[in-house]
C-alpha cells in the first residue's frame, strides 16, 4: 500500500514547544516511521517553510517527507496559509506528475490539510482518511475568550461529513464530530496517539537531577507544551504561588518560541507580581529526546489546559514514571487514572490545582506509588499498537 500524509502546516522534523509545533507533528513523524516498518510507502507532504531543508528527505524506513512550496518559505500564521492551498495543491500535483507517482490513500491532519486532501482526493482517486488533532468549536466552547477564525470553523464543517474515514483520539472526540460536525458514526473510529515507550521509560532520578543541575530536596513542578493562553500555564503560576510550603519548590516551563514571545513576556510579569520569578525556570524549546531527563527528574508533570483532544504530554510523562495533575478534559480524562497515576482536576482554578499538588508534594509515599504505577498504565499507546490499528483503517477502505 502507498500512502500520502498530508501535513500542510505541520513539518514533523520540526522542534517541539513553538506556537505551531507539538503533539501533532510527532504524530505525523512517528505514524508514518511506524506504517513505514509494517511494509507500507509512506510520503508525507508539508509546507516548505525553510529554504534550507531539502525538497525530499527521507526520515524513516520507505517514508520521504517532500516539501511542497506555498507561499514564501517562511512561518506563516495558520489562516494565511489557507490562501496558499490552491499553490500548495498546483505544486503537489506538478511533483506527482514528475514522479509519475499515485497513492492508494490519503491521510490527512488537521483543518487546512483536510481542505488540501478534499480537493485532491478526486484527481488521486484515493480515499480521505481524516483525523483533526483539534476541533475548532470544541475549542471555543472550552474557552469562549479565545475564538477560533470563523474560516477554520467553516472548513471544518464542510469537510467532516466528506472525509472517508476519521480516526478520533477519544470516545468524546467521535462524540463531538458527530454531533457537532454531522460526521456518519459508522466512518469515525477511535484510535489512539502513540507514544515511544522506548524513549519514554523511567529513568534514574538522582542521575536526570544532576543533569539539570538540581538538588535532591527539591519539589519539581514540569509544564511541557506550547506557551499559548488556551494551555492554562498562567493557572499553574498562580497554583505554584499559592503553595503551602512553595520555599523548596521549582516550577520548570518547557516550550515557547520567537512567535510566543508576547505570552512569555506575560508569563514572565506574572511570575514576577506573584513572587516566584526565582523559583520559575522557563527552559524555552527542549529536544524531544531530551524530554525523559525532565520527566524523570520531576516530581509532577502539571498539564493545566483547557482542552486536549488527547494529551500527549500526559502519556510521556506516565511512562516516565512522573505522577500527573492534569485537568479533567478531554483526552486528559482518559489518560491520568484519577487516584492511581496521579490526579484530574475538575475546576478550572489555581486553587483546585494546589490542593492537589499540595497533596502530591507533601506524600513522599503516595508519590512513589503513584509514579510506579505509572508506566504500565500507558502500555496500550505504544507506536506499534497504535499503528496497526490505524492501517486497520486504511485495510477497511482499500484492502490489503
Not at 39 to 47: M, N, Y
Not at 122 to 140: C, D, I, M, S
Not at 143 to 169: K, N, Q, S
Request: hydrophobic content about 40%; overall charge negative; glycine content about 8%.
Amino acid at each position: 500500500m502507498r500512502v500520502a500524509q498530508i501535513s500542510v502546516h505541520g513539518c514533523p522534523i520540526r522542534s517541539l514547544g513553538g506556537k505551531d509545533t507539538g503533539g501533532m507533528n510527532v504524530y505525523v513523524r512517528e505514524l508514518s516511521r511506524g506504517l513505514g516498518k509494517l511494509g507500507l510507502s509512506v510520503d508525507v507532504f508539508t509546507r516548505w517553510h525553510d529554504p534550507n531543508d531539502p525538497e525530499v528527505l527521507s526520515i524513516g524506513e520507505k517514508v520521504r517527507l517532500i516539501h511542497i512550496a506555498a507561499g514564501e518559505p517562511e512561518d506563516t500564521p495558520k489562516t494565511d496559509i489557507y490562501s496558499c492551498l490552491p499553490e500548495f495543491l498546483h505544486n503537489l500535483h506538478a511533483f506527482l506528475e514528475r514522479e509519475g507517482a499515485a497513492y492508494d490513500l490519503l491521510h490527512s491532519h488537521y483543518w487546512l490539510s483536510a481542505a488540501a486532501a478534499d480537493q485532491f482526493t478526486a484527481r488521486a482517486k484515493a480515499p480521505h482518511v481524516a483525523t483533526f488533532h483539534t476541533l475548532g468549536e470544541v475549542k471555543n466552547r472550552a474557552r469562549p475568550a479565545e475564538t477560533e477564525p470563523a474560516l477554520r470553523l467553516e472548513v471544518e464543517r464542510a469537510v467532516v461529513p466528506t472525509a472517508d474515514a476519521i480516526v478520533a483520539f477519544t470516545a468524546e472526540e467521535k462524540d463531538n464530530l458527530i454531533n457537532i460536525y454531522g460526521a456518519h458514526p459508522d466512518r469515525v473510529s477511535i484510535v489512539p496517539c502513540g507514544t515511544d515507550l522506548g524513549l519514554f521509560h523511567p529513568l534514574d532520578r538522582e542521575r536526570a537531577r544532576d543533569e539539570l543541575g538540581i538538588d535532591d530536596h527539591t519539589k519539581v513542578l514540569l509544564f511541557a507544551g506550547r506557551l499559548q493562553p488556551f494551555k492554562g500555564t498562567d493557572i499553574l503560576l498562580r497554583a505554584a504561588a499559592s503553595l503551602a510550603d512553595s520555599r523548596d519548590v521549582r516550577l520548570l516551563v518547557l516550550g515557547g518560541d520567537a512567535d510566543s514571545a508576547d505570552e512569555m513576556t506575560r508569563l514572565r510579569s506574572l511570575s514576577s507580581e506573584l513572587g516566584i520569578e526565582e523559583k520559575v525556570a522557563f527552559c524555552g524549546i527542549v529536544e524531544h529526546g531530551r524530554m525523559p531527563v525532565f520527566y524523570g527528574a520531576a516530581d509532577v508533570c502539571v498539564v493545566p489546559s483547557f482542552h486536549e483532544s488527547f494529551g500527549l504530554v500526559a502519556v510521556e510523562a506516565l511512562a516516565c514514571g512522573t505522577p500527573v495533575v492534569a485537568s479533567r478534559v478531554g483526552g486528559l480524562a482518559t489518560i491520568v487514572r484519577d487516584g492511581e497515576t496521579g490526579y484530574l482536576v475538575d475546576e478550572h482554578t489555581p486553587e483546585a490545582f494546589a490542593q492537589r499538588l499540595d497533596l502530591l508534594l507533601s506524600n513522599e509515599r503516595l508519590l512513589r506509588r503513584m509514579g510506579k504505577a505509572a508506566p504500565s498504565s500507558v502500555v496500550q499507546y505504544s507506536w506499534p499498537t497504535v499503528t496497526r490499528q490505524v492501517l486497520e483503517v486504511y485495510q477497511g477502505l482499500v484492502g490489503n
